[in-house]
Structure formats: C-alpha cells, structure tokens
C-alpha cells in the first residue's frame, strides 16, 4: 500500500510534526493499522478511506494506540489528498471519533475547524504540586480537560524546561500541555507531553491548540492568534476564535512516498 510522510505546520522538511497517511478504498484490520502505526513510530500515523465526493472517514493511530482527535496527521491527510488524490477539491470533510471536521486549502495554508476544547480551571493543590514537581518549575494555573494544561509566566519559562517524563507519566490523563504568553511575533508558546503514548514531546501538536486557543483569546482579548510550538523541531500555527469553534491553519510538507509490504 501506499505511505505518505508529511511535515505538518511546516515551511520546509526537518520541522513541524510528521505524520504517516495511509490512503485507502477499504478499511484494514483494527490490529494491522495499530502495528503499522508502531512500525512506523512516528507520534500519529492516519488512514483514511474516502465516503462520497469530498467526504472522508480519518482515523489515528499512535504507537501507542488509537486517539479520537490529531490536529497535525489531519492537516497531513488533507495535504496529502489534496495534493494527489482531490487536486480540483479545496474543502475535505473528515468524519472522526471527535465528529465531523473540515480542512480547506488557502494558499500555501490547510485550514481546520475544531471543536472548543477550552479546559476548566483545576482547583487542586495536590494535582498542581505533582506537575510542579515533573516539570521542575512553579506553575501560575492549572486547567484541565482529558490531559493537563499548564500555563507559566513566561515564553522563556516553556522554552527551558526538562520535564521528568517518568513523573509527567504518572500525572492524570493523557498528556500535559504547558503553555505562557508569547514574546515577540507570537501571541503564545506551547509544549506538549505524552509520555502515556510513547510520545514523550509531540513536536507540534494541533489537538492541543484547539484547548488553549480559547484559553488565550479571552486571556488576550483577541480572536486571531499566531502560536508556536516550542518543540526542537519548531512548528508555527494560525489560530482563531469563530462561531464557537478553533480555526488552526498551517502549511505542510512532503517528506517521502513510499510502500508498505504486509
């Protein structure tokens, strides 16, 4: 079968976060895309099987098992598709464990609408002294929905941590997003932690902005944002705020087309 690797929310190769995809007539075994998926060992690898015209059914599979919502493998997908399978379609819908989500092409940009995953205000000392402790650092707020959020004082604060990935493992839910206003062009920084889904730093993680997207419009009283992924790799994302949903926009790149024999 035919595999893709795309470099999403990147300008050129070697940034933003690569994600396998898998294009397919019908689906394969549950089994079979989660060992691909650990052969593959990249944080997201997405099959998807086309269901009308401009209608896709996008699943993702981590090394470490399915997720219901990838920010960068569906903007990998719709890059992929529209560059060699839907050439004349600018619009894809996306049928997913989230519900329906579109990806529309803008240039040089892929265009997504997520749900509003604006997490809730933790108000537990204990919970916020165990992420103290894996991170190493005070922490100014801790929220919470599914995974963890955690926002620091300062852009350089996020920059400089060396978490404790065996204590970030431990921590409840799925994963620990930190997060600080920005510095410079960015309105804010952010790293993501999923050590449960042996992914101990996702290196720009789209799901993730969909939660502090809303976190930080009304923090900076402002609907259009421009955010970066403070990973090695390095990953820049357009975000904003409208009729109650997460626009995030980035550009993608290919990185290699290959097979896979099984």
Request: charged fraction near 20%.
């Given at each position: 079968m035919k595999y893709y690797v795309a470099d999403a929310?990147?300008?050129k190769v070697f940034e933003g976060n690569p994600a396998g995809v898998i294009?397919?007539?019908e689906w394969l075994p549950d089994d079979l895309m989660q060992k691909i998926a650990i052969e593959n060992n990249l944080s997201e690898t997405a099959f998807t099987v086309k269901e009308s015209d401009d209608r896709y059914r996008l699943r993702w599979f981590t090394p470490g098992g399915e997720v219901d919502l990838c920010g960068h493998a569906t903007l990998g997908t719709a890059f992929i598709l529209t560059s060699f399978y839907e050439k004349d379609i600018k619009k894809i819908y996306f049928d997913t464990l989230s519900g329906e989500l579109t990806a529309e092409r803008k240039g040089d940009l892929i265009e997504m609408v997520f749900p509003d995953l604006e997490p809730d205000v933790y108000d537990s000392p204990e919970v916020k002294?165990?992420?103290e402790d894996a991170l190493g650092v005070k922490i100014k707020s801790l929220l919470v929905k599914d995974e963890l959020v955690a926002v620091l004082d300062s852009a350089d604060a996020v920059r400089g941590?060396?978490?404790d990935f065996e204590k970030v493992n431990?921590?409840?839910g799925i994963g620990?997003?930190?997060t600080a206003a920005g510095d410079g062009d960015f309105d804010f920084v952010s790293r993501c932690f999923y050590p449960k889904l042996t992914v101990n730093e996702d290196p720009v993680t789209g799901r993730a902005h969909a939660r502090v997207t809303p976190y930080w419009a009304k923090a900076l009283g402002k609907n259009d944002l421009k955010a970066r992924q403070a990973s090695k790799r390095?990953?820049?994302?357009?975000c904003s705020m409208k009729g109650g949903k997460v626009m995030i926009a980035g550009p993608a790149v290919l990185y290699s087309e290959a097979e896979i024999h099984v």
């Open positions: 929310f990147a300008e294009v397919r007539d002294a165990q992420v941590l060396e978490p431990a921590l409840e620990l997003i930190v390095g990953g820049t994302l357009y």
